[in-house]
Every structure is written in structure tokens, then in C-alpha cells.
């Protein structure tokens, strides 16, 4: 980064094109950085000279405040442009959407209607991937008429923006309609139909069309095959995976970080950890430097199996390749350490942090209710309503409510499952529900949790249930034992773990006719027990 004091003296006269081309990078290299001290140096250099009027220096400037997150700085340089000069719209709203601010993007395109700005081919895509990242598809519909009216659909942005709104809202049927409608189809579109099948777990259609689109001589690139990679892994589909890999060779396409990286993410998902370490120890035997999407989507493995050692191993190799300031590379690295049981290490991680999305608070959260710190979980949640409300999510309720449960918490609880509802809109889900059955039965309301299930919208399944039988058992509650075991046993007629939950109850109780009842069932159910074993890791 360049001290202030080093930055080039110009003047309008004595500025020549050469300069323009320093100072471009320079901003271009500090919003890469987030370097936001040396970018306000520079700002104030260019404001002084007089740059800072031009529209090339302040849409750099304002992709560089919204990089750092500082919109009203960006608004601000926005404002100042000359209201005659239509580009401006452009400049924020693409500023916006690029870096994920989709509602800042939505008011901005607001602004525009209401001052009677006519709508550009430039600016719909950025708003049409804002309503596909909102899931506002009436949105979309109305931007997808200005299209039609304009002419606006033969442009390939457009057209691929269009079909990017309706796979993520969920209408593959009409993004595959735009696809079909378009007279140039190119590889721009095919990806982004070819996006939109995998997103919705239709990969053999996305194959099928990429064998079509093959023969009328449009040429898939290493997107299209990363993308086609990416849903075969995610299916768990080995054989297939395989045949895009040979198609990409005869088809004259290296293999990248992202393929490897695909790989890598559906072995994870599909819980085959082994093979998504050997994975990333081939890539990188291959001599590709893994990304921090790479790292990002290891370290969950690591989580799953507690697995401390490995997990510090590619915490250093991310520091090493320079990618663990990455928000995304953190928010897993915070999981992983919370999951393997070493709260402090996360706790500081999180804490040292500059950037936090949604993983980051809610793992956090998770890792004090899950740890006993339950009076911590809160405070953080209260935190995170207090600066970040915005990201909260279903997921912060669940752990919010798990620390309510574990520290018995009931009103807070109570009172944290109806702002849920009230205050976020967000509507309760079956991990909630098992939440606050768990919250009334370890308080002993054995009771008013049976009363709870019984007046749910949606059908209760086996975690629901299984919450009231642990807490009838805590609290010797023989006869709603009972109706939980046998709502148990019809959602998993093979587990032997109601069963024998109940069991144990009986004998605690003393009924021991019962327990022989239970162990009969069990028995001509040929039920097996298994030896208990842990899966943690001991370092």
C-alpha cells in the first residue's frame, strides 16, 4: 500500500493518460485489499487535483466503497455525479449487486424509475440476479416485460440474467422457455441454464441439453463442465463424475481449482470425507493451489468427524496460501473448532474477525449453547440483532433456542420463538418445534410440551417426538412415554432407540412388567442393540 505522501503530484495540465492508468490500478488494487484507509488517502489525493470529478475515478471509487461496505460513502460519491449523466444509475446498482447487496441494488433501481430514467440493458441483468438472489419473482416478471418491450432480449447478459432470475426462483420450466427463445445461443446461456438444472437437481437434463446445444456447434467451456461436475458429485453419481472428466479431455478442457473444488464440496455433502481428502491431496499434487471455496468446503469434514488434526493442518495450509482471511474461510474454520470442542480457539478466531456473514454468528452461537456457555449464546444473539439484524435466519433461531433449552431458559425461549415469527417473518420450521418441546420437557412441563406438539401446523417427525421421550423419561412421565415411543416406532420401525429409552424408563419406574413387554417386542422385531463408540477424536 502507498503512503500518502508518495502518491504522484499531478495537476490538470500536467495530468497525462499514463497517470489515469496508475491511479485505476491503484484503486483497483485496494478494493481487491479492502484497503479502506489507503483508498480514503487516495480519494482525498484525487478530490484535491480535481480526478475526483470524473465519472471513470468515482465508479471506481464507488465499487471500492461498496467492496469495503461503506454504501453511504458510495451513495454519497453517487449523489455527486452529475444527475444528466445516465451511467451513474449503472455504476451503483452494478456496484451493488456484484458484491451481493441485492435490496440496496432493488432501492437504487427505485430511485431510477421514480426520476423517470429509462431502464438500460446494462442495468437489468444487475437487477435481475437481485430479484433471483430475493426470490422476488413479480419482481422479475415486470423487469422481464421492460425486456420485451425495449427489444432488450436478443442481448446474451439479459437473456442469461433472465434465466438465472427464474432458476433461483424456482421456474426452471420458464428459464428453459427464455433459453429456447433465443435466436445466438451461446455458451453465456448455456451456462446459465445448465446452472439453473443443477441448482434444481436436474443434472441429466442439464447433460442432455449440453449434448444438444454440442451439436449445433456451440462449444461448452470448463464452466459448463464444473457445473455438470458439480451436480454429479452432489448425487453422489462416482461413475459419472468420471464420464465428465473423460468428455472434458476429449473435448481438449483442463480440469481447474473450481472442478476439484466441486468434487471435493459433493463428497462432503455426501459425507465421504476420506475421499474428499484424498481429493484435495491429488489437487494438489497436480500443483493447483486450492481456493478459498476449496478450503471453505474441507474444513465442514474435518467438523463432521471432530477430526482437530487435520482440521489445524488446513487452517495452516490456508494461512499459508494466504486465503484464511477469507470471511468464508473463517466461518468454517470458527465451525470446525467449535465442533471439534475447542470453544476458545473459535471464540478467538471469531472475535479477530472484521467481516462476519450469517455462518459466522450462527456457528459461534451453536458452539456456546452446545458447549454449556448458554448465558454467552444469548448475549452473542443479542449482539447480533443489535449490529447485523439483517442476517439473522432460521438457522440463529435454532441455536438461539438450543442454548434457551440446554440453560433452562423457558420464558426467553417462549419469547424468542414468537419475535421468530412477529418481528423476522420467519416462519417456524420442524427443528424449532423440536426446540421448544425440548425447552418445556427438560423444565419438566411434561405436559404443556404433548399440548405444544398436539397444536402444531405441521406433521411432527422423529426429533419432535424424540425430545418429549427423553424429557418423559427425565421426568417419569410413563404415559406420554409411551404415545412418543409409539409415534417413534412408526416414523422408524427399524430403530432400536425408542424402544429401549422406554425400556430404561420402566425399569427406573420399577415396571418391570413392562420392560419384559417392551423387550419381547423388541426381540420378535429382531431389534439389535449396538456397542456404544465415540467418534471423537483424542489429542
Not at 449490529?387 to 424468542?416: I, P, R, W, Y
Not at 417426538?465 to 412418543?484: K, S, V
Request: glycine fraction near 8%.
Amino acid at each position: 500500500m502507498t503512503p500518502a505522501h508518495q502518491l504522484i503530484p499531478i495537476s490538470h495540465r500536467s495530468f497525462q493518460p499514463s497517470y489515469n492508468e496508475i491511479y485505476t490500478n491503484r484503486i483497483e488494487s485496494y478494493t481487491r485489499d479492502r484497503a479502506l484507509q489507503s483508498g480514503r488517502v487516495l480519494h482525498a489525493h484525487l478530490i484535491i487535483s480535481g480526478l475526483a470529478r470524473l465519472t471513470h475515478f468515482a465508479s471506481k471509487l464507488i465499487a471500492f466503497y461498496t467492496e469495503c461496505r461503506r454504501l453511504p460513502d458510495a451513495r454519497k460519491l453517487f449523489d455527486k455525479i452529475p444527475q444528466q449523466n445516465v451511467r451513474r444509475w449503472i455504476v451503483l446498482i452494478g456496484a451493488y449487486a456484484r458484491r451481493g447487496f441485492h435490496r440496496e441494488a432493488m432501492g437504487v433501481f427505485s430511485d431510477m424509475q421514480r426520476e423517470g430514467v429509462r431502464p438500460s440493458k446494462f442495468v437489468l441483468p444487475s437487477i435481475l440476479k437481485a430479484c433471483g438472489h430475493l426470490s422476488d419473482r413479480l419482481t422479475g416478471e415486470k423487469i422481464y416485460a421492460v425486456v420485451l418491450r425495449h427489444g432488450f432480449g436478443s442481448d446474451a447478459f439479459v437473456s442469461s440474467a433472465l434465466l438465472d432470475m427464474y432458476s433461483k426462483c424456482g421456474r426452471i420450466e420458464k428459464a428453459r422457455r427464455v433459453f429456447d427463445g433465443i435466436v445466438g445461443k451461446d455458451v453465456v446461456a448455456l451456462n446459465a441454464m445448465v446452472s439453473g438444472y443443477v441448482q434444481h437437481g436436474s443434472v441429466r437434463d442439464a447433460l442432455c441439453l449440453v449434448e444438444e446445444i454440442r451439436e449445433m456447434g456451440v462449444k461448452p467451456n470448463v464452466v459448463t463442465w464444473n457445473a455438470l461436475i458439480s451436480g454429479f458429485a452432489q448425487a453422489g453419481d462416482d461413475s459419472m463424475v468420471s464420464e465428465m472428466f473423460r468428455l472434458m479431455h476429449i473435448c481438449g478442457v483442463e480440469p481447474d481449482v473450481v472442478t476439484f473444488t466441486s468434487v471435493i464440496s459433493g463428497l462432503v455433502q455426501n459425507f465421504r470425507n476420506d475421499e474428499a481428502f484424498h481429493a484435495f491431496k491429488l489437487m494438489i499434487k497436480l500443483g493447483m493451489y486450492p481456493s478459498s471455496a476449496t478450503i471453505s468446503s474441507l474444513l465442514p469434514a474435518c467438523a463432521t468427524l471432530a477430526d482437530f488434526k487435520r482440521g489445524k493442518e488446513i487452517h495452516g495450509y490456508a494461512m499459508v496460501s494466504g486465503v484464511d482471511e477469507d470471511v468464508f474461510v473463517r466461518s468454517a474454520l470458527v465451525d470446525m473448532y467449535a465442533k471439534c470442542g475447542f470453544i476458545y480457539d473459535a471464540r478467538t478466531l471469531f472475535q479477530t474477525m472484521s467481516e462476519k456473514n450469517t455462518v459466522t454468528w450462527n456457528s459461534m452461537i451453536f458452539g456456546y449453547a452446545n458447549h454449556g456457555y448458554y448465558n454467552e449464546a444469548i448475549e452473542l444473539f443479542n449482539q447480533m440483532v443489535e449490529v447485523e439484524e439483517e442476517k439473522l435466519d432460521h438457522l440463529t433461531f435454532t441455536a438461539s433456542l438450543t442454548a434457551c433449552s440446554h440453560g433452562g431458559m423457558v420464558e426467553l425461549g417462549q419469547n424468542l420463538f414468537d419475535l421468530m415469527q412477529r418481528k423476522f417473518g420467519i416462519k417456524p420450521r420442524l427443528e424449532h418445534y423440536a426446540c421448544m418441546v425440548d425447552l418445556h420437557g427438560r423444565a419438566g412441563k411434561i405436559v404443556e410440551a404433548y399440548d405444544f406438539i398436539k397444536m402444531m401446523p405441521i406433521e411432527p417427525d422423529l426429533f419432535v417426538w424424540g425430545a418429549l421421550l427423553g424429557a418423559c423419561r427425565q421426568h417419569g412421565n410413563a404415559d406420554l412415554a409411551e404415545i412418543a415411543a409409539n409415534h417413534l416406532r412408526e416414523l422408524e420401525p427399524d430403530s432400536l432407540g425408542s424402544s429401549l429409552l422406554l425400556s430404561n424408563m420402566y425399569a427406573d419406574s420399577g415396571h418391570w412388567g413392562n420392560v419384559a413387554r417392551v423387550k419381547k417386542m423388541m426381540k420378535r422385531r429382531k431389534l439389535t442393540k449396538y456397542p456404544g463408540c465415540s467418534w471423537i477424536e483424542a489429542v
